[in-house]
């Protein structure tokens, strides 16, 4: 079992950065592959960024946040990072962490992850 917990969620201005945590406990020797997603009031929830569980796996991110969302590992931490610059209203959603031990590379659906926490909220006033 892994276990989730993000932090750094809150409110920000439209243009500001916020920096989001996910820390993981419990098997997760060996690494793992990881994302966030999100999800606005009345919408599906969607992919935002994920890396693979090997170096050579890279990283993949939702054509609306790319070039301002940045997803990195810390590895003495045993956290991934989401740091998101030139925030908009439309990135205001609940932001939630997934991790899944088994694949290598990054998984575009939520149901290629089998850990996720328990989310937090972000919001940009405009």
């Known amino acids: 079992q892994v276990q989730l917990v993000e932090s750094g969620g809150g409110l920000v201005q439209a243009g500001g950065s916020l920096r989001l945590s996910c820390a993981a406990s419990?098997?997760?020797?060996?690494?793992?592959?990881a994302a966030w997603f999100r999800q606005a009031p009345g919408k599906e929830r969607e992919l935002v960024a994920a890396?693979?569980?090997?170096?050579?796996?890279?990283?993949n991110y939702a054509g609306s946040v790319k070039g301002r969302f940045t997803i990195s590992r810390d590895n003495a931490k045993n956290t991934v990072n989401l740091q998101m610059n030139s925030l908009k209203p439309e990135d205001t959603a609940v932001y939630y962490c997934?991790?899944?031990?088994?694949?290598?590379?990054?998984?575009?659906?939520?149901?290629?992850?089998?850990?996720w926490g328990q989310g937090t909220q972000v919001t940009v006033s405009s």
């Open positions: 419990g098997r997760t020797a060996g690494s793992y592959a």
């Open positions: 997934a991790a899944d031990t088994t694949m290598t590379t990054w998984g575009r659906s939520e149901s290629d992850y089998a850990y």
């Open positions: 890396v693979g569980k090997s170096s050579w796996s890279g990283t």
